[in-house]
Nanobody, 124 residues
């Protein structure tokens, strides 16, 4: 059974850091694009970052230089290190697995498997 489980969310102050984890079971992360998405209340789900099978990484402009995505193949887990957090980063964060085309890496529709989400709240 394919499953993605996020963890690591929480409440943090402006400028703080969090590391989110996305643990996979039932398939091997290395063979898929793994994306991090977020959705704030009343807003559409937006792509934050992605790592593809060759290890290349991609980021939304809003998080470049602050967030880092990485993969631990031995643990079948992808991480999202979030630094210099801002109140506008507050959202539910989801990880997803799929095989999007190169122009669709930060679009949510091409992803097939989703975790349940983890809340990140940044206080000002």
């Amino acid at each position: 059974q394919v499953q993605l489980v996020e963890s690591g969310g929480g409440l943090v102050q402006f400028g703080g850091s969090l590391r989110l984890s996305c643990a996979a079971s039932g398939f091997t992360l290395d063979y898929y694009a793994i994306g991090w998405f977020r959705q704030a209340p009343g807003k559409e789900r937006e792509g934050v970052s992605c790592i593809i099978s060759d290890g290349s990484t991609y980021y939304a402009d809003s998080v470049k230089g602050r967030f880092t995505i990485s993969r631990d193949s031995a643990k079948n887990t992808v991480y999202l290190q979030m630094n210099s957090l801002k109140p506008e980063d507050t959202a539910v964060y989801y990880c997803a697995a799929g095989q999007p085309g190169p122009k669709d890496l930060l679009l949510h529709r091409p992803y097939d498997y989703w975790g349940q989400g983890t809340q990140v709240t940044v206080s000002s």
